[in-house]
T-cell receptor, first 114, second 117 residues
């Protein structure tokens, strides 16, 4: 089973649409969870951390289900500028002694059209 | 807003040559990382560094790789004898803390694109 798994997409949506991304992770000892966005040939940029209680930042809502080892990201009222690849990222597990590094999913590509 | 910087933005080298990639982490951060991303693939962890020593490293980080913090600001990745398969984007990152939920977010630099011919 892959460590962090995401639907690769692409998701093609019109402006104003609501879009949801899902992610699963394999190791239950993972401690921290994040969503990053990555524009073409650029660095990953932190979008938001994901907490067990769920958290919201403007149009973005992230949820974590530890029991199901599942993370989600919801984008409401999508804008053209939201077009990017969205990376699901987990940190910190005991597999092989790893504690601090980030484990990235392959990302889900989002394209928002006018 | 403080940010991680990296130089050069693009490095072209011949196979077998040594390269040094440079990074300046965010000034109050204590934990430093190198990641790489081969074109079209996911971001992969290479090494983490804290208190002037390697904290952990991946299988990719073999004897050809080394890291150093030569002064109070720079953090470098050296590849001793580059191979064609080392061609990738190399990202430096830093974090304030190691503790989950306590500033462990990692912030990435813009990357160095390494091309090995």
């Amino acid at each position: 089973r892959k460590e962090v798994e995401q639907d690769p997409g692409p998701f093609n949506v019109p402006e104003g649409a609501t879009v949801a991304f899902n992610c699963t992770y394999s190791n239950s000892a993972s401690q921290s969870f994040f969503w990053y966005r990555q524009d073409c040939r650029k660095e990953p940029k932190l979008l938001m951390s994901v907490y067990s209680s769920g958290n919201e930042d403007g149009r973005f809502t992230a949820q974590l289900n530890r029991a199901s080892q599942y993370i989600s990201l919801l984008i409401r009222d999508s804008k053209l500028s939201d077009s990017a690849t969205y990376l699901c990222v987990v940190r910190g597990w005991n597999y092989g002694g790893s504690q601090g590094n980030l484990i990235f999913g392959k990302g889900t590509k989002l394209s928002v059209k006018p | 807003e403080p940010e991680v910087t990296q130089t050069p933005s693009h490095q072209v080298t011949q196979m077998g040559q040594e390269v040094i990639l440079r990074c300046v982490p965010i000034s109050n951060h204590l934990y430093f990382y190198w990641y790489r991303q081969i074109l079209g693939q996911k971001v992969e962890f290479l090494v983490s560094f804290y208190n002037n020593e390697i904290s952990e490293k991946s299988e990719i980080f073999d004897d050809q790789f080394s890291v150093e913090r030569p002064d109070g600001s720079n953090f470098t990745l050296k590849i001793r004898s580059t191979k064609l398969e080392d061609s990738a984007m190399y990202f430096c990152a830093s974090s304030e803390s190691y503790l989950a939920g306590g500033g462990d977010e990692q912030f990435f630099g813009p990357g160095t694109r390494l091309t090995v011919l």
